[in-house]
């Protein structure tokens, strides 16, 4: 059986059914998959855990996790073998592993697997994208609803490095889409909830950061590694990236899209974050920050928040600029401007100076 998926052809013996939209007729093969009844190798030591267990063996990889079967890969990952003592269908972990080492060879094909809800509207992708919880995949469904998009992929769509073009792929999360499409990208937006909606402009670093944080980096392999930071420098140079704030709604989607269609874009401003090592409980009514690993033999006690600077701790939670604070805190609260400008200041230089915050 033959897949394709952007610019790789997996010739498999064994059928995949998440794959079955991708299937081709046979063609040169970039990678292949083998199935083996065979146990696993013993006395590996694993280089990392998390997502899976990955050990070095031999000239390539060995992926693993709870179940009795595991992938080998070859350095170049051209050649998967799966090792199995049971016969029947693929289980969740091994899809795992063989989506992974595909993803790896797509790096070195530049393209980028990115952590974002992907929708094709009027023939080209929008990917949402941002810190989990964040409400990537709200914002996806609310474009849909209001202007009729369609999902391409509601959780790791691929993206060229030149930032041309998005690309559906077999591996998707809980919408279970799996559609053999690719769009021209219009836009990724670095999704962040607000009452307001507009847009903000973000500068290369920003862009690079935020493509860091949300694209897959095998670790365990540093060259590959070093191939994926060059296609994100790639495409954060190249992509229409932008900061949208909104809310879940289909009014904000509309109004988002008609910004975007007007051009409608705040310069790019200076981000701020909160230092991690610090974490946020609600005791009797308080709030209180208490520091975590290191940080508490490097802090000296806790810090006791009132409300606004409660709101504005968990807001500095994702980079965020002075300016959008600021917004933020004209929507949630009933108090004017230069006020909040100046509580915001002092806020800000009292965080500062318990040095918990940062410039991102």
């Known amino acids: 059986m033959f897949y394709r998926i952007a610019a790789v052809t997996l010739e498999s013996q064994i059928e995949l059914p998440s794959y079955a939209a991708f299937r081709c007729e046979p063609a040169k093969a970039d990678v292949t998959l083998e199935a083996a009844r065979e146990a696993l190798p013993e006395g590996g030591e694993d280089i990392i855990r998390e997502p899976i267990a990955v050990q070095k063996i031999g000239s390539g990889w060995l992926y693993h996790g709870p179940t009795q079967s595991g992938l080998t890969v070859s350095e170049d990952y051209t050649k998967l073998r799966l090792l199995r003592q049971r016969e029947g269908k693929l289980n969740f972990i091994e899809e795992w592993y063989i989506r992974i080492a595909l993803e790896c060879l797509l790096i070195h094909r530049g393209y980028v697997s990115v952590h974002a809800a992907c929708i094709e509207l009027d023939g080209n992708a929008i990917a949402f994208t941002g810190p989990s919880g964040m409400g990537k995949s709200t914002r996806a469904m609310a474009w849909m609803n209001a202007l009729g998009a369609k999902l391409v992929s509601g959780d790791r769509p691929l993206i060229r490095a030149d930032g041309q073009e998005a690309f559906g792929v077999p591996w998707d999360g809980k919408e279970g889409c799996f559609r053999s499409v690719h769009f021209p990208l219009l836009a990724i937006f670095d999704v962040r909830r607000s009452q307001s909606v507009y847009i903000r402009a973000m500068s290369f670093h920003q862009k690079r950061r ?44 509309l109004a988002l899209k008609r910004a975007l269609d007007a051009r409608q874009i705040y310069k790019e401003a200076a981000d701020m974050k909160a230092k991690n090592g610090f974490i946020k409980r609600e005791i009797a009514d308080e709030n209180i920050i208490f520091p975590t690993g290191d940080n508490i033999n490097k802090f000296n006690g806790t810090v006791l928040l009132n409300n606004v600077a409660s709101f504005i701790w968990g807001k500095l939670q994702t980079p965020v600029s002075f300016d959008d604070l600021l917004a933020a805190i004209l929507d949630e609260y009933d108090v004017d401007e230069e006020k909040a400008r100046t509580d915001l200041n002092d806020i800000l230089q009292k965080f500062r100076e318990m040095d918990i915050i940062t410039d991102d």
């Open 210 to 253: 935020l493509l860091m944080r949300q694209c897959f980096l095998p670790m365990w392999d540093p060259d590959t590694t070093a191939v994926q930071m060059a296609n994100i420098a790639c495409l954060a140079s190249k992509a229409r990236i932008v900061r949208i704030f909104c809310g879940p709604n289909t009014d904000d989607a």
